[in-house]
């Protein structure tokens, strides 16, 4: 589950979603409305593009919250889906009752996903589409032999920047980055 907040300018207050995804279920994407808390939960009506995944993931977006990390809109990322290999998927949450599917990667089944953004002098000699940003939006999707790390920032024309395998690889399973972004922890689930 992940949950994205906005401040709804027109109506003076925060609104909340919540994303549910299930592995090994045939269950899509589900979209909650959680803006009448506590009062109720809204299930809205929404028609998925795909059945089961393994992970989703919300890039730029501060996990404590669910509020947006920069001036931009989180992207909702899926993973291991039953489409396309289970290479991971890029949504739109412009409109955060209907995601709208963006791209999809090329890299092979992906497991599990994390991000963070990149402020420091490599957002301009690392990040393909980040030049004329303030920030550049990284992810990184961990498909069971390797690990991946994708420039995001714009999702319509991601660029793969590295896939990295490593030795003694059984599963690469997940990770995540340090505060800095200089470092990242990879759990390999069978080594």
Known sequence: IEIYQQFDAAAQRWRAFAYVVADNAP???????LSGLPNGVERVTFTSDHRSAHTNYMTNADWTYGI????????LAIAGANLNGGNHRLY?????RAPALISVSTSGYAH?????????????SQCVNASAQPVCQVLTDFNETTFDIWDVTDPNSRQLLVSQPYPNARYTHSGWWTEDGRFLFVHDELD
């Open 112 to 124: 599990d996903l994390t991000s963070f953004p990149v402020k420091d002098a490599r957002k301009n």
């Open 68 to 75: 947006t990390q920069t001036s931009e809109t989180p992207l």
């Open 92 to 96: 739109s949450l412009t409109n955060p």
């Open 27 to 33: 269950d899509p994407l589900m979209v909650l409305d």
